[in-house]
C-alpha cells in the first residue's frame, strides 16, 4: 500500500507530464501565425539601381514562388492586402581563392537589396526600407567556381534566390 506522500508525488509527476505534453502540442500548430486580415500579398518587380542586368527579375520572381509555397497565403497581382516592393542597391563580388596564375578561382557574389512590406488594409508599413545583403544568413549560394568554367550568373541567381528568401522570411514569413 502507497503512502499519502508517495500518491502526491506520482500526481504531480503525471500532471507535469500531462502539462508537458499539451504544451509541445500547441507548438507543433500549422498556424502561421500571419495577421488575419492578409491573405494576399501583391510583389510589384524590384527596381535595379545596379549595372547587372536581370537581377531584378530574377529576385522578384523567387520571392513570387517562395510565397506560393506557403498555402495560407497567395501572390495577388493587383490590390493585394499587402504589398512588397524594392531595389537592388548592390552587387558585390569577393574573390574567395585565386589560381596559381592569379586569377579568380571562386567567387562569391553578394547581393543588397532594400525592401518594404506595406499593410494595404491598415494603410501602414510594417517594414519600410530595410537593407538585406544575401548573406546574412551564413549560407552562400551566391558562389561560383569561375576557375572549372563557372559563370557569373550561376552566382548571380544563387544571391538572388538567397536574397529573396530572407526578405521573405522577414515579411510573410517572420509570423
Known sequence: MQSKSGKIIRFFAF??????V???GCRTTTYSGMPRHI???EVHIFQNKTMYNS??????????????MDPTIRVS??????????????????TL??????????????????????????RQYIIEDMLVRSTETGMSPGIYEASRGGLSEEGE???????AAEIVRRTVGMW
Open 22 to 24: 499539451l504544451t509541445v
Open 55 to 68: 537581377i531584378e527579375a530574377w529576385v522578384t520572381r523567387d520571392i513570387i514562388d517562395r510565397i506560393n
Open 97 to 122: 581563392r585565386e589560381t596559381t596564375n592569379n586569377e579568380p578561382g571562386t567567387v562569391l557574389i553578394t547581393v543588397e537589396a532594400r525592401f518594404s512590406f506595406y499593410d494595404n488594409v491598415k
Open 157 to 163: 541567381k544563387g544571391a538572388a534566390k538567397q536574397i
Open 15 to 20: 500532471a507535469a507530464v500531462m502539462l508537458t
Open 77 to 94: 497581382s493587383r490590390n493585394g492586402d499587402a504589398l512588397i516592393t524594392g531595389e537592388i542597391v548592390g552587387v558585390r563580388r569577393k
Open 39 to 41: 491573405k494576399t500579398v
